[in-house]
């Protein structure tokens, strides 16, 4: 893996500068939060007659439109627009392509460019003089993408919410060959690149990958610009965090729509499987956990053996073997971070907890699809805290009944039943032989130890949030706000939080299972 590309920081100086059309798009999420964004997208670093900002509002609200009719008395740039009553196809793309048919019928026409920012991504003052350069410098570059961060993450990240392993890891190869992906926010696009490609796809609740998609094929290059420019929110409950990983998840698989567009007429046949790959490799990744997740605990069940030998000497080189397997994928990821300039750790965040929501994420698009009801819709997560559950007896009939993290425990008893019936056994095998041995080479299996220890620990994750959450965080304690212009922008301790923090308690099986190799091994030597 060769060194991963970072784009130059740029800044673009003068007043000589490309239109641009800013868009915020909105569905129903919170008023204060859409107020601090329209705020500083109007406060930006960047001459006022070189941009407008337009306000994208799909929930068709009465009381938005009066909210951006008091910012446009600050700033007359602001606009207000909506498809109209309460549409509900094409989601987040039939409103940014609204947006598209809007701005043409304003004075001057469209601008050059077109920026998008999500409702709770609250931009820098410097954003748009920091992206558009890099869009200057290549007249084939049609965007260019600055990373998402979050101000809100709790301490210790408990819910793996970061999603830096994206932004650090995954994206900077992708820049290397002027193919990043789209990070759905924060991004600027050519105008005529957009209109080259008949606009924001809505084959896909997936908009922004399918955009990068289509762009690279009808030969554009898309980069991405390693530099903090946006602040954002996760969602603040495990029930929002939860409805936006199914909706991600869906969103994945429908990219697999490409095959079915017009658009893809112009894709060559390599170009369609690069299109369609990351919907294959999810839905087997996720097929192929679950399968292990309800079958493992029944293989266990049989208190068989795990492993098949002839001698002991064989037994402890595919121990070996094992070992040296996981010190090659550990060499692996540690490599390919170190390729993106990135000091990740070894042990990889693990959320093995949300694989069964996925599955039916899966099963239900599937039938929707089958069915001809067409993609699946989601709607909009929510941010700010809005815990109804307050007491601990509340909180536990959420999560088990409305959640359904009542699976959960059906899942960690499968596997503790499991344990128990694998060690019992071996204690019925060592009357005649080793009970270490035979432990070993049932539940103790280094590489079936490293499976369903990691699913127990990571399906305890949402029963552990529920018995102990994090303490709820005011949004208003994580932002500076100018008491005269109420401009808001997150605090430096909240953009300070250390961002990756692969969950300890996770590692656990992975370092346990290297010391077990060994120590097995060296037993039975």
């Not at 220890?453 to 102990?468: E, F, H, K, R, V």
Request: aromatic share 10%; hydrophobic share 45%; with cysteine.
């Amino acid at each position: 893996m060769g060194k991963a590309k970072r784009q130059p920081l740029l800044r673009l100086v003068g007043d000589i500068c490309p239109t641009v059309d800013v868009f915020v798009t909105y569905c129903g999420e919170e008023l204060e939060v859409l107020v601090d964004t329209v705020r500083a997208a109007a406060a930006l670093d960047y001459p006022k007659d070189r941009y407008r900002l337009i306000v994208l509002d799909d929930s068709v609200s009465s009381t938005i439109e009066t909210e951006v009719g008091k910012l446009q008395s600050v700033s007359k740039n602001i606009y207000y627009t909506t498809r109209g009553s309460k549409p509900k196809t094409h989601t987040k793309a039939g409103n940014l392509n609204h947006g598209l048919k809007y701005v043409s019928t304003l004075p001057g026409g469209p601008a050059d460019l077109v920026a998008v920012l999500d409702v709770d991504m609250i931009p820098s003052q410097h954003w748009l003089r920091a992206i558009v350069p890099h869009i200057l410098t290549d007249s084939k570059i049609a965007m260019a993408n600055p990373p998402q961060r979050q101000y809100n993450i709790p301490d210790g990240d408990p819910l793996g919410q970061s999603m830096d392993i994206l932004f650090e890891v995954l994206e900077p190869p992708k820049n290397a060959t002027n193919s990043a992906w789209c990070c759905g926010t924060g991004f600027v696009v050519r105008r005529d690149a957009l209109d080259g490609i008949g606009g924001i796809p809505e084959e896909s609740i997936n908009e922004d990958v399918l955009t990068s998609f289509f762009l690279t094929a009808a030969g554009w290059k898309i980069v991405y610009v390693h530099e903090d420019v946006q602040w954002g929110l996760v969602p603040s409950t495990i029930t929002t965090h939860l409805k936006q990983a199914k909706r991600m998840c869906a969103g994945l698989i429908s990219t697999a729509a490409v095959y079915q567009s017009p658009r893809a007429q112009r894709m060559t046949p390599e170009e369609k499987y690069g299109a369609l790959f990351p919907s294959i490799a999810l839905v087997t990744s996720i097929t192929f956990n679950m399968a292990i997740m309800v079958g493992l605990p029944f293989l266990l069940l049989t208190g068989a053996p795990l492993v098949a030998y002839s001698t002991e000497s064989q037994l402890r080189t595919i121990l070996i073997l094992f070992f040296i397997k996981f010190l090659a994928i550990s060499t692996y990821n540690f490599l390919a971070t170190r390729a993106a300039n990135y000091h990740l750790s070894l042990m990889w965040i693990s959320n093995a907890w949300v694989i069964p929501f996925q599955f039916m994420t899966i099963v239900r698009f599937a039938i929707s699809i089958l069915t001809g009801g067409g993609v699946p819709l989601f709607t909009p997560s929510g941010f700010v805290d809005m815990r109804a559950a307050k007491t601990l007896a509340s909180r536990i009939k959420v999560a088990l009944w409305d959640d359904g993290f009542v699976i959960h425990i059906a899942i960690i008893v499968s596997f503790g039943a499991g344990i128990v019936a694998s060690a019992n056994g071996a204690a019925q095998a060592a009357q005649t032989g080793d009970f270490w041995k035979e432990l070993i080479i049932r539940a103790g299996w280094p590489p079936i130890f490293l499976i369903w220890s990691i699913y127990i620990i990571d399906c305890w994750t949402p029963l552990s949030y529920t018995l102990n959450p994090p303490p709820p965080m005011a949004r208003s304690a994580l932002v500076d706000r100018d008491p005269t212009t109420q401009l808001a922008y997150p605090n430096q301790q909240a953009k300070d939080q250390v961002r990756v923090r692969p969950s300890q308690v996770s590692a656990v099986p992975r370092i346990l299972y290297c010391i077990g190799a060994c120590a097995a091994a060296v037993f039975l030597m």
